[in-house]
C-alpha cells in the first residue's frame, strides 16, 4: 500500500510558476512509476505528465510541453511538477499517481494510488 500528499497548490498570476511536490509513504517509491493528473472545473480528468521509475525518462501531454517538468527525488520519496508560464487554462486539481506498471502511461485506469489533490488557480 503507497500513501500519496501533494503539497504546493494555490492561486497564481498567469505567466507565473508553482511547483507541487507528491510525497509518498513507504519503501518501494522507486519501484513505482509516477504521473500527474488533473481534473479540470468542468470535471473532466486529463494526463499531464509521467516519469519513469529511474527518473530518466518523461512523458507530457502536447499542452504543458515546453512549460511543466516532472522530476522525482526517489531518496526522498518524492516526484514534482514544476509548472511555468501558467494559463488560466491550467486551472485545475492535480493529483498524483503511482503505477505499479514497468513503463509510463497516460491511462488513469492504469495508476494504482492516488493522492488527494491540490487546487491550482491560474487568473488571468
Known amino acids: 500500500q503507497v500513501q500519496l500528499v501533494e503539497s504546493g497548490g494555490g492561486l497564481v498570476q498567469a505567466g507565473g510558476s508553482l511547483r507541487l511536490s507528491c510525497t509518498a509513504s513507504?519503501?518501494?517509491?522507486?519501484?513505482?512509476?509516477m504521473g500527474w493528473f488533473r481534473q479540470t472545473p468542468g470535471k473532466e480528468w486529463e494526463f499531464v505528465a509521467a516519469?519513469?521509475?529511474?527518473?530518466?525518462?518523461?512523458y507530457y501531454t502536447d499542452s504543458v510541453k515546453g512549460r511543466f517538468t516532472i522530476s522525482r527525488d526517489n531518496a526522498k520519496n518524492t516526484v514534482y511538477l514544476q509548472m511555468n508560464s501558467l494559463k488560466p487554462e491550467d486551472t485545475a486539481v492535480y493529483y498524483c499517481?503511482?503505477?505499479?506498471?514497468?513503463?509510463?502511461?497516460?491511462?488513469?485506469?492504469?495508476?494504482?494510488?492516488w493522492g488527494q489533490g491540490t487546487q491550482v488557480t491560474v487568473s488571468s
Open positions: 513507504g519503501r518501494t517509491f522507486s519501484s513505482y512509476v
Open positions: 516519469i519513469s521509475r529511474s527518473g530518466r525518462t518523461t
Open positions: 499517481a503511482a503505477s505499479r506498471g514497468l513503463t509510463m502511461t497516460s491511462k488513469k485506469d492504469e495508476y494504482n494510488y
